[in-house]
């Protein structure tokens, strides 16, 4: 079975911190993603990478940043943290193919208060 | 542009009674269709997927949905709901570009009621 890790379940943070969220998995896929998820939105891409050192933005990208420097790992990094980076953080991974379903991680619930 | 439209924000079902949530894409060409679930607090778990043959796919927990191209549509349904699949249901279509992001509906949430 693919195992998507998100390092934690739920967080807090103040404003103004720097936010690491950190995303492992074991299938070896070469594209990762980040979601942001809020209530009567859906999920919304923030960022995703097709290979190690290659990032694309996604829809709402503004106030993120990410790092991939293994295959394994894809990081989401909150420069400075406002309150309206409150949300839930979803990390995927999948195979390059069309095709090909995304893995979910179970989620990262972020306060920023 | 691609889009997924899931028209029902919020579904009631009385437990041992059908289920259908309905699913609308925008796609020019033959699409991938995936139907998630996902449980208070979890991630998104993948129910089914459809990309080629029949129209009708199984998936897991009891699932089906039908892919009818004529009407762009990708209904989950299934005959007898438990009070387990309460959840939030999303449909999502693969990207024209392979190597990209899904498209995801914006979810209907499903109530099982006693």
């Known amino acids: 079975d693919v195992k998507v890790t998100q390092s934690s379940r739920y967080l807090v943070k103040r404003t103004g911190e720097k936010v690491f969220l950190e995303c492992v998995q074991d299938?070896?896929?070469?594209?990762m993603f980040w979601y942001r998820q809020d209530p009567g939105l859906g999920l919304r891409l923030i960022y995703f990478s097709y290979d190690v050192k290659m990032k694309e933005k996604g829809d709402i990208p503004e106030g993120y940043s990410v790092s991939r420097e293994k295959k394994e790992r894809f990081s989401l990094i909150l420069e400075s943290a406002s309150t309206n980076q409150t949300s839930m953080y979803l990390c995927a991974s999948s195979f390059p193919d069309r095709y090909q379903p995304q893995h979910f991680g179970d989620g990262t619930r972020l306060s920023i208060l | 542009a691609q889009s997924v439209t899931q028209p029902d924000i919020h579904i009631t079902v009385s437990e041992g009674a059908s289920l259908e949530l309905r699913c609308n894409y925008s796609?020019?060409?033959?699409?991938?269709l995936f139907w998630y679930v996902q449980s208070p607090g979890q991630g998104l778990q993948l129910l089914l997927k459809?990309?080629?043959?029949?129209?009708l796919v199984q998936g897991i927990k009891g699932f089906e949905a039908e892919f009818k191209r004529s009407q762009s549509s990708f209904n989950l349904r299934k005959p007898s709901v438990h009070w387990s699949d309460a959840a939030e249901y999303f449909c999502a279509v693969g990207a024209a570009q392979a190597g990209t992001a899904l498209i995801f509906g914006k979810g209907t949430t499903l109530s099982v009621s006693s």
């Open positions: 459809y990309f080629s043959g029949d129209t």
């Open positions: 796609y020019g060409a033959t699409p991938y």
């Open positions: 299938m070896d896929h070469e594209n």
